[in-house]
C-alpha cells in the first residue's frame, strides 16, 4: 500500500512540474489571445502592443511551451536547417467575416521564430 501512494504522490509531482508557467504581463488575456483566431474579434489587437513590448519574456520557451501559452498557431512555416515560424493572426485574416479582402502583405501578424534547438529566438509583429 505504501509503494501505492509514493508512486501516486512521485506521479503527481511530474504531472504537476511539467505545466508551462506563462509570462505575468498585466493586462494581457492568454484565453482571449487563443480565443480570437485569425484576430476576427479584435481581441488580439488590444494585446499584441503588450506581447511586442514584453517580447523577451517570450524568448526562452520552446515550440510546445508557446502553444500551451497562445494557442495553436494559425499558420506555421518551416524554413531551412530546422528553424520554424509560428504565425498568430492579428487584423485583416481573410478568413474573417465582415472584413474587405486584403492582400497578406497587408495583414497583421505575430511572428515567432524558433531555432533548430526548438527554442524562440525572434518575435516580431508585421505591419503594426
Known amino acids: 500500500m505504501s509503494r501505492f501512494l509514493l508512486k501516486t504522490c512521485l506521479s503527481l509531482c511530474i504531472l504537476i512540474s511539467c505545466e508551462t508557467t506563462r509570462p505575468e504581463i498585466p493586462g494581457l488575456d492568454y484565453e482571449k489571445w487563443e480565443l480570437d483566431k485569425f484576430g476576427c474579434s479584435g481581441d488580439r489587437m488590444k494585446m499584441v502592443g503588450l506581447i ?12 510546445n511551451q508557446i ?8 499558420n506555421i512555416t518551416l524554413y531551412e536547417r530546422g528553424h520554424t515560424f509560428y504565425y ?6 481573410q478568413n474573417c467575416k465582415d472584413v474587405p479582402y ?9 511572428e ?9 529566438k ?7
Open 52 to 63: 511586442s513590448a514584453n517580447k523577451e519574456s517570450f524568448y526562452r520557451y520552446r515550440q
Open 122 to 128: 525572434e518575435l516580431y509583429v508585421y505591419n503594426y
Open 112 to 120: 515567432i521564430r524558433f531555432d533548430a534547438l526548438n527554442r524562440s
Open 88 to 93: 498568430y493572426y492579428v487584423r485583416y485574416h
Open 102 to 110: 486584403r492582400a497578406e502583405e497587408e495583414t497583421m501578424k505575430l
Open 67 to 74: 502553444i500551451d501559452i497562445l494557442g495553436k498557431p494559425d
